[in-house]
């Protein structure tokens, strides 16, 4: 079975300063990973991926985020925050099997908050 | 905009009575899946559909069932609500199935309310 793992309900930031939100996963196989960001009263918007190569991935509105196979993590990044980037984090990962449903295994997600 | 749209939005619905979802895919779309967003949880896997045919499915009882459409468009039924079963229901669209790297693109969702 996989899983993903968020360990920080919240992430409290300044304006113009960098952040990270953590993410850790659980896959047999290799793992297909994505951010998604959702905001109040609206579905999932996807931000990135990794597949394969590069361990880091660029996305939308500046995220990126770093692959790190040694200790299965999908850190997202960004250099300097935004106010508006305040919203509702999930990491979610699939495993590549070859077969079955492409269903993914979503963290329960995580608060970002942009301090002005 | 993702281009996949959900009806109602919102939804309120007694104990043991049974509701229909539904949710139209992204153009050129032909897999629609559907997750179940509990108040301060991720979204679950509940099933996939792939040319109008179940491909795969969480872990959910039989009494959610779903339908697609030769058009992609989808429905979910849910039987016999209980109170758990009041989420956030989420409709996504992607092209082809059983490859990993395929986006799934969200619509707004359904807030369903068992009283």
């Known amino acids: 079975a996989q899983s993903v793992a968020q360990p920080e309900d919240q992430v409290n930031v300044a304006e113009g300063n960098p952040l990270t939100v953590k993410c850790t996963y659980s896959?047999?196989?290799?793992?297909?990973l994505f951010w998604y960001v959702q905001y109040p009263n609206r579905g999932l918007q996807f931000l990135l991926k990794?597949?394969?190569?590069?361990?880091l991935v660029k996305g939308s509105y500046g995220f990126e985020a770093e692959f790190n196979k040694s200790q299965t993590s999908f850190h997202l990044k960004k250099p300097s925050a935004l106010v508006s980037d305040s919203a509702l984090y999930f990491c979610a990962v699939r495993a590549y099997s070859g077969g079955g449903a492409d269903g993914l295994t979503f963290g329960k997600g995580t608060h970002l908050i942009i301090q002005p | 905009e993702t281009g996949v749209t959900q009806s109602p939005t919102h939804l309120i619905k007694t104990r043991g009575q049974q509701v229909t979802l539904r949710c139209s895919s992204q153009?050129?779309?032909?897999?629609v899946s559907w997750y179940q967003q509990a108040l301060g949880q991720g979204p679950q896997f509940i099933f996939q559909?792939?040319?109008?045919?179940?491909?795969g499915r969480g872990n959910f009882p039989p009494r959610f069932s779903g339908l697609q459409f030769p058009n992609y468009s989808s429905e979910l039924n849910v039987n016999a609500l209980e109170l758990d079963d009041s989420a956030l229901y989420l409709c996504a669209s992607s092209l082809g199935v059983r490859r990993g790297e395929n986006i799934q693109y969200f619509g707004a969702g359904t807030r369903l309310s068992v009283l």
């Open positions: 896959v047999s196989g290799n793992p297909y």
């Open positions: 559909y792939y040319r109008e045919e179940e491909n």
């Open positions: 990794y597949i394969t190569g590069d361990n």
């Open positions: 153009s050129g779309h032909n897999t």
